[in-house]
């Protein structure tokens, strides 16, 4: 059994995941409070994943709490501010954020801040900013980005959420993407597009760059529906008990896969009582064009079955991803490396695993040591996962092709649509594993 702990040094804590919810809402900002060192690579990592600077000349965030970065400032604490109070230094910087004209800020203690046991929520309301605030006193210290992400963002929808809620027929609040996800604007996108499709309103992507209007409205959606179980699984639980929406989701795979997809579109029409008939379509028309292609490439080479593959990343998106690539395209997981995990996930991967008596190696957050000795044993022929899995790769030397699908990953320039989930993912998917396998054999 995977256990629910890490030693890994290079995942994202739950600080990270606290700021990310801020960021991922259009003019909304995270201000840490904190010293310099816990903001500048999330600062510089969120403007590559979503850029928004307001301002093109970065002389304009040349200041005392931006240091050049347009994105996640931070009230620079030092010693003496962890000694004597850091209430000096949050009003410094709250009074320069004053001049941005942000939607909503939240004031995110770091680790350290809340151990010193500064009262932020008092520090705050002494201020009484002219602007809306979320404070975060604590982000769980040292617990996972997914922790720090769903505290902190049902704090902001208890903050912006409006009351008389008037319910939209069929529509649906997107819950568990993030901006630090790989590829996440066109995975959105295609969610989007096959659910108006189906006549589905999309209310709110809580998050994941929305704008704060329509975060707004999150109670006017009849339904949530979890994309990352890892990500949504509390703050649905939240938004159902709180406000009485009903959730979809969290029981079925993401849409990684023609199976998965399937099943998930199927389990919001179902909910809203409508065909099917859509998502059919959608299905044999991805199934018909994959199916010529698998074809020919079976005729011109040895094709996909019988390579073996390794792939790293989150529980949700990890065990559709696996399924499919085992049972559609005939290749052999040979590893598996989890980061976060929700437990769905984790039993479906397990019991795939023991239900088709697989030998794979199975890893909950390796660290880049075990990355590179059981892909050094197995030698998979591809391998799924991010720049930490690339380079590794690449340090070994061996012909092994790499597929980018999890963060880190900010090695290719992407502005075509090219979605890994839902039915056009499928496209994408076998489009790169086609391509890598070619490169093996060449």
Same mark, same amino acid.
């Given at each position: 059994?995977?256990?629910?702990?890490?030693?890994? =040094?290079?995942?994202?804590?739950?600080? !990270?995941?606290?700021?990310?919810?801020?960021?991922?809402?259009?003019?909304?900002? !995270?201000?840490?409070?904190?010293?310099?060192?816990?903001?500048?690579?999330?600062?510089?990592?969120?403007?590559?994943?979503?850029?928004? !600077?307001?301002?093109?000349?970065?002389?304009?965030?040349?200041?005392?709490?931006?240091?050049?970065?347009?994105?996640?400032?931070?009230?620079?604490?030092?010693?003496?501010?962890?000694?004597?109070?850091? #209430?000096?230094?949050?009003?410094? /910087?709250?009074?320069?954020?004053?001049?941005?004209?942000?939607?909503?800020?939240?004031?995110?203690?770091?680790?350290?801040?809340?151990? *010193?046991?500064?009262?932020?929520?008092?520090?705050?309301?002494?201020?009484?900013?002219?602007?809306?605030?979320?404070?975060?006193?604590?982000? /769980?210290?040292?617990?996972? @980005? /997914?922790?720090?992400?769903?505290?902190?963002? %049902?704090?902001?929808?208890?903050?912006?959420?409006?009351?008389?809620?008037?319910?939209?027929?069929?529509?649906?609040?997107?819950?568990?993407?993030?901006?630090?996800?790989?590829?996440?604007?066109?995975?959105?996108?295609?969610?989007?597009?096959?659910?108006?499709?189906?006549?589905?309103?999309?209310?709110?992507?809580?998050?994941?760059?929305?704008?704060?209007?329509?975060? &707004?409205?999150?109670?006017?959606?009849?339904?949530?529906?979890?994309?990352?179980? #890892?990500?949504?699984? +509390?703050?649905?639980? @939240?938004?159902?008990?709180?406000?009485?929406?009903?959730?979809?989701?969290?029981?079925?795979?993401?849409?990684?896969?023609?199976? !998965?997809?399937?099943?998930?579109?199927?389990?919001?029409?179902?909910? @809203?009582?409508?065909?099917?008939?859509? *998502?059919?379509? &959608?299905?044999?028309?991805?199934?018909?064009?994959?199916?010529?292609?698998?074809?020919?490439?079976?005729?011109?080479?040895?094709?996909?079955?019988?390579?073996?593959?390794? =792939?790293?990343?989150?529980? +949700?998106?990890? /065990?559709?991803?696996?399924?499919?690539?085992?049972?559609?395209?005939?290749?052999?997981?040979? %590893?598996?490396?989890?980061? #976060?995990?929700?437990?769905?996930?984790?039993?479906?991967?397990?019991? $795939?695993?023991?239900?088709?008596?697989?030998?794979?190696?199975?890893?909950?957050?390796?660290?880049? $040591? #075990? *990355?590179?000795?059981?892909?050094?044993?197995?030698?998979?022929?591809?391998?799924?996962?991010? =720049?930490?899995?690339?380079?590794?790769?690449?340090?070994?030397?061996?012909?092994?092709?790499?597929?980018?699908?999890?963060?880190?990953?900010?090695?290719? %320039?992407?502005?075509?649509?090219?979605?890994?989930?839902?039915?056009?993912?499928?496209?994408?998917?076998?489009?790169?594993?086609?391509? +890598?396998?070619?490169?093996?054999?060449?």
């Amino acid at each position: 059994m995977m256990q629910n702990s890490s030693s890994s =040094v290079h995942r994202p804590d739950s600080l !990270a995941g606290a700021v990310t919810a801020f960021e991922g809402i259009n003019n909304a900002c !995270a201000l840490i409070n904190g010293p310099l060192g816990c903001r500048v690579y999330m600062a510089y990592i969120i403007q590559i994943q979503d850029p928004q !600077a307001t301002h093109i000349d970065t002389d304009v965030y040349v200041s005392d709490f931006y240091f050049g970065q347009p994105r996640a400032p931070a009230t620079f604490l030092d010693e003496y501010d962890y000694v004597n109070s850091t #209430e000096q230094k949050v009003k410094a /910087a709250l009074s320069q954020l004053s001049k941005w004209n942000h939607a909503l800020v939240g004031i995110i203690n770091s680790p350290g801040t809340s151990l *010193i046991g500064d009262d932020l929520v008092n520090i705050v309301n002494k201020i009484n900013p002219k602007f809306p605030t979320v404070s975060i006193e604590s982000t /769980a210290f040292t617990g996972t @980005f /997914a922790d720090g992400f769903k505290r902190s963002t %049902i704090e902001i929808l208890k903050k912006v959420m409006k009351g008389n809620h008037r319910k939209i027929p069929k529509s649906v609040n997107l819950i568990g993407a993030n901006i630090f996800q790989y590829n996440w604007e066109n995975d959105l996108d295609e969610i989007k597009r096959t659910l108006n499709l189906m006549g589905i309103k999309v209310v709110s992507t809580i998050c994941a760059g929305e704008t704060l209007g329509n975060l &707004e409205q999150t109670g006017n959606a009849e339904l949530d529906v979890v994309l990352y179980e #890892e990500y949504g699984n +509390s703050i649905a639980a @939240f938004l159902e008990k709180e406000y009485g929406i009903p959730a979809v989701g969290i029981k079925e795979p993401a849409p990684f896969g023609l199976t !998965a997809a399937e099943n998930w579109f199927a389990s919001i029409a179902s909910h @809203f009582g409508i065909s099917n008939q859509v *998502i059919e379509q &959608e299905s044999k028309k991805i199934r018909m064009k994959c199916y010529r292609t698998l074809e020919r490439v079976s005729q011109l080479t040895d094709g996909a079955k019988g390579k073996t593959f390794a =792939v790293f990343g989150d529980s +949700s998106v990890v /065990a559709p991803l696996t399924i499919f690539l085992h049972r559609y395209l005939g290749i052999y997981p040979e %590893i598996i490396g989890l980061r #976060e995990v929700g437990p769905q996930n984790q039993a479906l991967i397990e019991n $795939y695993i023991s239900e088709n008596s697989l030998d794979t190696v199975c890893l909950f957050n390796p660290d880049q $040591y #075990e *990355i590179r000795n059981n892909l050094t044993s197995r030698s998979p022929d591809l391998i799924f996962g991010s =720049v930490i899995e690339e380079r590794i790769s690449k340090i070994l030397k061996s012909k092994q092709e790499f597929i980018p699908i999890s963060f880190p990953y900010t090695e290719k %320039i992407m502005l075509s649509y090219r979605p890994l989930i839902g039915f056009n993912g499928v496209l994408t998917l076998i489009e790169d594993t086609l391509n +890598s396998i070619k490169e093996i054999e060449s």
